[in-house]
Each structure stands twice: as C-alpha cells, then as structure tokens.
Nanobody, 126 residues
C-alpha cells in the first residue's frame, strides 16, 4: 500500500526558509510524477510544483517560481520542497502527491494524482 508522509512544516517569519520532505513507501516511484500542492483555509487546493516522471523536468506555479525548488531522491524514495523568501500568503497545508498515469496537460490538477499524504502545515508570520 502506497503511503506518503510529509514533514518539515512549521512557523517561520516572512523572508525565511523551510524545507519540506515527503517520504514515499509501498511502491516504486522513479517513473511517477511527484508534486506538491497546498491549501490555505477557505481556499481550494492549488498546485505548487511538480517533477515530471522520467525526465525529471520541474514545473512551478507562478506564485512560487524563483523562490521554491522541488527535488527528489529516487534511491531513498524521497521528495523535497525547498522554500525561500517565504511570504504570509504561502501559509497553507502542504501535501505531496504521486501520479503514475497523468498526462502533461493534467499535471497541475489535483484530480490527476493517485496518492496523497496528509500534509504538513506551513505558517508564515508577517
């Protein structure tokens, strides 16, 4: 059974940094697309970043481009999200997701992913 567990969230001041981790188990993920999404209170879940299966090419939401970096370690079944220059509007529950069959045009839609973690809370104070 596939399991995703996020860690690394916390409270940080605006301008600070955090590194989120996602530990995957119960499968082989090297050929899967892995992504981070976030959901703020009262808002819909939104795409943050993804690493495409096979090529490892990365994609980002415009709101986090040049501030966040997604990476993965296939040997350890781990995925990371390095977040810098954090803003109060980055406050949200961050979740990792895995999808093995999604197509490129669906990459930014949460419905395209097969497995999800429960999330880790990131709070950025002003």
């Amino acid at each position: 059974q596939v399991q995703l567990i996020e860690s690394g969230g916390g409270v940080v001041q605006a301008g600070g940094s955090l590194r989120l981790s996602c530990a995957a188990s119960g499968g082989t993920f090297s050929q899967s697309t892995m992504a981070w999404f976030r959901q703020a209170p009262g808002k819909e879940r939104e795409f943050v970043a993804a690493m495409w299966r096979g090529t490892g090419r990365t994609y980002y939401a415009d709101s986090v481009k040049d501030r966040f970096t997604i990476s993965r370690d296939n040997g350890k079944n781990m995925m990371y999200l390095q977040m810098a220059m954090l803003k109060p509007e980055d406050t949200a529950l961050y979740s990792c997701a895995v999808g093995s069959r999604l197509i490129m045009s669906s990459m930014r839609r949460d419905t395209a992913y097969d497995y999800w973690g429960r999330g880790t809370q990131v709070t950025v104070s002003s």
